[in-house]
């Protein structure tokens, strides 16, 4: 059982003024593996309080100060690998090779990612007779997911210092231990009273009670478009800044040069990931009809090569949902594709065989899925793949670009003017070609519903800050 039933207000770890806790589950056994406070609006004020007292001293640090608090953090991140790595195999059922090589590498990174970009950020420009100069936004409301634990915390958290704000962070209530862990690490570090704040709780009260709180600046916001679209209505009154990365519904356009087998195993590695929770997930398929029998047939063949079970199991790929809920989000979205007109090719509903207990989906697969088919359209957030063909170019980057997300995109082929061509065309803020690898230096976000701003890099720094312009001063 883990123990983190308080809060971290003002650089100490406090009771909660409410009594009401929340059981935190673990998803591959069904058994509760600690618990959380829920926080209260007064919890809430008092972390709001001690960042805003915090931020004029903090605002006014050096690059360098910042960059080597940064690092220190990111030193205290990695002593504590392990124990990120069991916690977050607890808490979420990612399996461990996963979350060693990724959930927890990408929280790394982005810490040692922000250090360095800081020291050579410029934070004032001379122009032709002003001088631009960049503020810390203030007091900023960070309000995390669920299926990356660390990498989504850290991403905002590194910014935001980078930048000279203070914050308050509300982590998922599913999976707040490797948030807290953090904390420990932050506190480790030496990270200055007041200037990182955490509250537990419910998005209905500490969420909420950030995105429309009157002392809070900026609001930074992870998940759905349903809730992004209530941070919003909060936020207005005070026309607060707001940044949103919401969901998405990423195309993998296969070209007809591809090597099937290639484009069928990367097919199946974006849906058999983190159990498909990953919002740039590629969960529709866009295949040419001359080559469609092919890759359903490697489809078939490689899916066995991508074994679900015991996320503590090296050889396990794909672990469970994050939650009965998302069990049952999953499933219903199956039945809803047997019962369209779609061809099931693989998987379905329940659990598969010998995973009886744990929120285990079966990795599942539809071909002649029409392009407006709700599967096609709307997000899963589970091991569900769509296969759509097309007879040209324009109709694929026409089906790529043909719903309300635009967040990540994938191409699979050989010809390098048709990737090129493809990956320029897609209404997509990230697209990758190939073998592709992230890069922590450049922007993350989406098109149309899929948010507003951008993390990672320099860009994710300037989310956090205010623009200037000072003219007329003596020469």
Not at 77 to 96: D, H, M, Q, T
Not at 115 to 126: G, I, N, S
Not at 137 to 146: D, E, S
Not at 361 to 373: H, M, Q, R, Y
Request: aromatic fraction near 8%; glycine fraction near 10%.
């Amino acid at each position: 059982m883990y123990n983190y039933i308080q809060h971290y207000i003002n650089g100490q770890w406090v009771d909660s003024t409410g009594n009401e806790k929340i059981d935190v589950i673990n998803p591959a056994t069904e058994e509760k593996i600690g618990e959380i406070s829920s926080g209260t609006k007064e919890d809430l004020d008092k972390a709001v309080k001690a960042a805003r007292a915090a931020f004029p001293a903090f605002s006014q640090t050096t690059k360098e100060e910042r960059a080597a608090l940064l690092d220190r953090i990111a030193d205290e991140y990695e002593k504590r690998k392990n124990k990120f790595i069991e916690i977050i195999i607890a808490e979420l059922g990612s399996p461990v090779t996963f979350t060693t090589n990724v959930q927890y590498q990408m929280g790394l990174n982005h810490f040692r990612t922000a250090a360095k970009l800081v020291r050579d950020f410029e934070f004032t420009e001379k122009r032709e007779n002003s001088l631009v100069q960049k503020d810390a936004i203030g007091v900023a409301g960070l309000i995390t997911p669920w299926n990356f634990p660390t990498n989504q915390v850290s991403t905002k958290l590194a910014s935001a210092f980078a930048a000279g704000s203070t914050v308050v962070l509300k982590p998922s209530e599913e999976t707040p231990f490797a948030a807290m862990l953090l904390t420990e690490a932050m506190e480790a570090a030496g990270v200055p009273e007041g200037v990182f704040n955490l509250v537990t709780g419910t998005g209905d009260t500490i969420g909420n009670g950030i995105s429309s709180h009157p002392d809070i600046d900026f609001v930074s916001f992870t998940g759905s478009g349903k809730v992004g679209t209530k941070i919003m209505e909060n936020a207005a009154p005070d026309i607060k800044k707001v940044a949103l990365e919401l969901g998405g519904k990423s195309p993998i356009i296969v070209l007809d040069d591809t090597d099937i087998d290639y484009a069928a195993k990367k097919a199946i590695s974006n849906i058999a990931g983190n159990t498909g929770q990953v919002c740039t997930a590629g969960t529709r398929a866009i295949v040419p009809e001359s080559i469609h029998d092919d890759f359903i047939e490697a489809i078939k063949r490689h899916l066995s090569e991508f074994p679900i079970g015991d996320p503590k199991d090296e050889s396990t790929f794909t672990g469970p949902q994050v939650s009965e809920k998302q069990w049952n989000t999953v499933q219903d979205y199956i039945q809803t594709g047997i019962d369209s007109d779609a061809t099931l090719v693989a998987g379905g509903t329940g659990k598969p065989e010998g995973l009886e207990t744990g929120y285990y989906s079966k990795l599942t697969v539809f071909t002649d899925v029409k392009p407006e088919d709700k599967i096609a359209q709307e997000e899963i957030f589970g091991p569900v793949l769509s296969v759509i063909t097309y007879k040209d170019l324009d109709e694929a980057i026409d089906i790529a670009n043909g719903t309300i997300y635009g967040l990540a995109g994938y191409v699979i082929g050989n010809n390098p003017d048709t990737l090129t061509h493809v990956a320029k065309s897609l209404r997509s803020g990230r697209i990758t070609v190939n073998d592709g690898q992230s890069d922590f230096t450049a922007p993350f976000g989406g098109y149309k519903q899929s948010g507003i701003g951008r993390e990672w890099g320099d860009y994710g720094i300037e989310e956090f800050l205010e623009v200037k312009t000072i003219t007329g001063l003596p020469s």
